[in-house]
């Protein structure tokens, strides 16, 4: 079993930066590749970024690619999202999930609970 748990949601002005982290503790906590979801109201949730356990590969969505930035720091089992130029199509709960590579973007066995994140007009 491996448990996550989001930080670093927020408030913030379209345009502004927030960092999200994920803390995964559990015996095996660090054999998994680590991604990003989110869902707005009213949507279904979507994949937004992930990196592979080593960190050697990273996969962003269209919709984020070259304003958010994904790492880990696998001492630290935590991974992060680096969220920079915010638009308010943004807004969401943001996800923090653990699985295998392969159906990164689509299958994850381990979720967080979640993070809100809000970016005003």
């Known amino acids: 079993q491996v448990q996550l748990e989001e930080s670093g949601g927020g408030l913030v002005a379209a345009g502004g930066s927030l960092r999200l982290s994920c803390a995964a503790s559990?015996?095996?906590?660090?054999?998994?590749?680590m991604g990003w979801f989110r869902q707005a109201p009213g949507k279904e949730r979507e994949f937004v970024a992930a990196?592979?356990?080593?960190?050697?590969?990273?996969e962003y969505s269209d919709s984020v690619k070259g304003r958010f930035t994904i790492s880990r720091d696998i001492a630290r089992n935590t991974v992060f999202l680096q969220m920079n130029s915010l638009r308010p199509e943004d807004t969401a709960v943001y996800y923090c999930?653990?699985?295998?590579?392969?159906?990164?973007?689509?299958?994850?066995?381990?979720w967080g609970q979640g993070t809100q994140v809000t970016v005003s007009s």
């Open positions: 559990g015996r095996t906590a660090g054999s998994y590749a």
């Open positions: 999930a653990a699985g295998s590579w392969g159906t990164v973007q689509y299958k994850m066995d381990y």
């Open positions: 990196i592979s356990r080593f960190s050697s590969l990273t």
